[in-house]
């Protein structure tokens, strides 16, 4: 399903209850064509931020609280980056698996 940003601009204006309909059969399309195996961590995620925004009904503070929970998940991602080789050796560990790690060290770092 695709659909252009002016329409569903009218759309949300015009019959919010179709509007809200036509996204969610969207987002359930996008979720649907994730890997199997994470189609339920996709699931949950929406629903989570479905609850978190369900609580703000001003259009500006519901639009303040997404870039909120965005920059929080891109916080989130800069951190797991930075602290990538923790995360593969504790996989590791746990996995009792071998790999190899590679370093990504400024060549000032040597």
């Given at each position: 399903?695709?659909?252009?940003?002016?329409?569903?601009?009218?759309?949300?204006?015009?019959d919010?209850?179709?509007?809200?309909?036509?996204?969610?059969?969207?987002?359930?399309?996008?979720?649907?064509?994730?890997?199997?195996?994470?189609?339920?961590?996709?699931?949950?995620?929406?629903?989570?931020?479905?609850?978190?925004?369900?609580?703000?009904?001003?259009?500006?503070?519901?639009?303040?609280?997404?870039?909120?929970?965005?920059?929080?998940?891109?916080?989130e991602?800069?951190?797991v980056?930075k602290?990538?080789?923790?995360?593969?050796?504790?996989?590791?560990k746990?996995?009792?698996?071998?790999?190899?790690?590679?370093?990504?060290?400024?060549?000032?770092?040597?």
């Open positions: 399903m695709k659909y252009d940003f002016d329409y569903l601009k009218n759309l949300y204006i015009e919010p209850k179709k509007f809200k309909e036509i996204t969610g059969a969207m987002i359930d399309d996008v979720i649907n064509s994730a890997r199997e195996d994470q189609r339920e961590i996709y699931r949950a995620k929406q629903w989570r931020l479905d609850h978190d925004l369900s609580k703000v009904h001003d259009p500006i503070e519901r639009m303040n609280r997404m870039v909120s929970i965005f920059w929080k998940g891109v916080n991602f800069v951190t980056t602290n990538l080789d923790c995360v593969v050796k504790t996989t590791v746990e996995d009792k698996a071998s790999c190899n790690i590679v370093d990504f060290k400024k060549k000032s770092d040597d």
